[in-house]
C-alpha cells in the first residue's frame, strides 16, 4: 500500500514539474504595447471600431493596422489618452464609426419580454439573465452599454437609459448638452441594482 502511494506522488511530482516547464518553454509572450492600449479603451466589446472587440482594436493599433480615433464610446478622452500613449496628435472621432454619447444601460420591458433569448446570445459581456420563454433582465453594473442587444430583439422590449453619472465620472456638460437635458428629460438609471424599473410611459 505504501508503495503505491509513493509511486503515484512521485509521478504526480515528475508530471507537475514537467507541466511547468512545458509552461515556461511554451509561453506567449502579450503584446506589452497591446496591453497599454487596451487598458485605456471602455470595454464596451461593441464593436463599433470595427474589430470584434476593444482588444482586437488595441492589437490593431498597436500595428498600426487601425487608427485612434475609431471608439465612439471612448470619445474624446480616449482619444486624447491613445494619442498621449503613442506620441501622436489627437484626432477628431471618425463619423464613419458613430458619434459620441453618453452612456447608456440595457433596459428591458419585462412585461412585454417574450424570453426568446436573442440578447442574451448578442450579449458580449454576459449582462443579461434569464432562461427559454422567461423574462430576461439586465445587470445595471455589467452592461457597458454597446446596444448589440437592441437589434435581435423580436418585440422591440429593449430600451438604452442614460446611466446616472458618478462622481468620478462626472464632467461640466456643454452648453450644447445642458440644452439638450433641459428639453428632453429622460428616465435614469443608477449603479448597484439588477434593472431599473421606469413607468412605461417613460419608455414608450
Not at 27 to 48: F, H, R, S, Y
Not at 114 to 140: E, F, N, R, S, Y
Not at 144 to 173: F, H, K, N, S
Request: charge should be negative; glycine fraction near 8%.
Amino acid at each position: 500500500m505504501w508503495t503505491a502511494i509513493l509511486v503515484f506522488t512521485l509521478l504526480a511530482l515528475v508530471l507537475g514539474l514537467l507541466l511547468g516547464f512545458a509552461g515556461q518553454a511554451f509561453k506567449v509572450e502579450g503584446d506589452p504595447l497591446a496591453d497599454k492600449i487596451d487598458a485605456l479603451l471602455p470595454q464596451t466589446q461593441c464593436g463599433q471600431c470595427g474589430y470584434p472587440g476593444c482588444r482586437p482594436y488595441a492589437e490593431a493599433i498597436a500595428r498600426g493596422e487601425a487608427d485612434i480615433n475609431q471608439c465612439p464610446p471612448g470619445g474624446e478622452a480616449t482619444i486624447k489618452a491613445l494619442a498621449d500613449l503613442l506620441g501622436v496628435e489627437p484626432k477628431p472621432l471618425s463619423a464613419e464609426h458613430g458619434v459620441e454619447k453618453p452612456k447608456t444601460v440595457a433596459w428591458i420591458d419585462e412585461q412585454v419580454c417574450i424570453g426568446c433569448t436573442l440578447c442574451i446570445q448578442a450579449c458580449p459581456v454576459d449582462a443579461i439573465v434569464g432562461a427559454p420563454k422567461l423574462m430576461h433582465t439586465v445587470i445595471v453594473d455589467e452592461c457597458t452599454g454597446c446596444e448589440l442587444c437592441v437589434a435581435p430583439c423580436p418585440v422591440d422590449c429593449i430600451y438604452m437609459l442614460p446611466l446616472q453619472a458618478q462622481l468620478e465620472q462626472w464632467r461640466w456638460p456643454s452648453p450644447e448638452e445642458r440644452v439638450e437635458i433641459a428639453e428632453a428629460p429622460v428616465p435614469h438609471v443608477s449603479e448597484g441594482r439588477t434593472q431599473a424599473l421606469p413607468e412605461r410611459g417613460d419608455v414608450a
